[in-house]
């Protein structure tokens, strides 16, 4: 039986946590090849450089009000990056932005395909629209390799 994944497939997981409102992922590994060409050599030769991974991700910002647990998966995402002054008084003060653990994920039935990172949160945008539901916008920067890739 041939397996195909769609938009449907996909979950996302903030440190351990499904999101609870994802829309999408996107991840994006690149690399850059280094040159080991010497002068008596007539074309460039490389070798595997350092690789770069950045992703983003979109997910609905919405209010859960059963329980008292806050479960907003975009507020949880977005500050990690977003956070207030530590002091009222002097404006240029904040607590620093933190790492998170993020599992990109296609899952069909008990089979669940994966890239795990651990990621800095580059940027975050929230967006309000007449007729739509309130969505953030959330792009990353993986640091380091991935901790988890079973594709």
Do not use: H
């Not at 499904?18 to 850059?32: F, P, Y």
């Not at 647990?69 to 990056?81: F, G, H, M």
């Not at 953030?136 to 901790?147: E, I, K, L, R, S």
Request: glycine residues 8%.
């Amino acid at each position: 039986m041939t397996t195909f994944y769609s938009g449907q497939n996909g979950r996302l997981q903030i440190d351990g946590i499904n999101a609870a409102k994802v829309t999408n992922w996107s991840i994006s590994i690149s690399q850059s090849p280094l040159s080991t060409t010497v002068l008596s050599e007539t074309d460039n030769t490389f070798i595997n450089g350092v690789r770069s991974t950045t992703g983003s991700c979109r997910l609905y910002y919405y209010d859960d009000t059963s329980g008292t647990t806050r479960t907003n998966s975009a507020a949880s995402l977005i500050q990690k990056l977003i956070k207030a002054r530590t002091t009222g008084s002097e404006a240029g003060k904040a607590a620093d932005p933190e790492n998170v653990t993020l599992k990109l994920q296609a899952v069909e039935g008990n089979v669940t395909r994966e890239i795990v990172v651990e990621a800095l949160i580059t940027s975050a945008s929230m967006t309000i629209s007449v007729g739509e539901v309130m969505a953030a916008d959330v792009a990353f920067q993986v640091n380091g390799a991935p901790t988890t890739v079973s594709l």
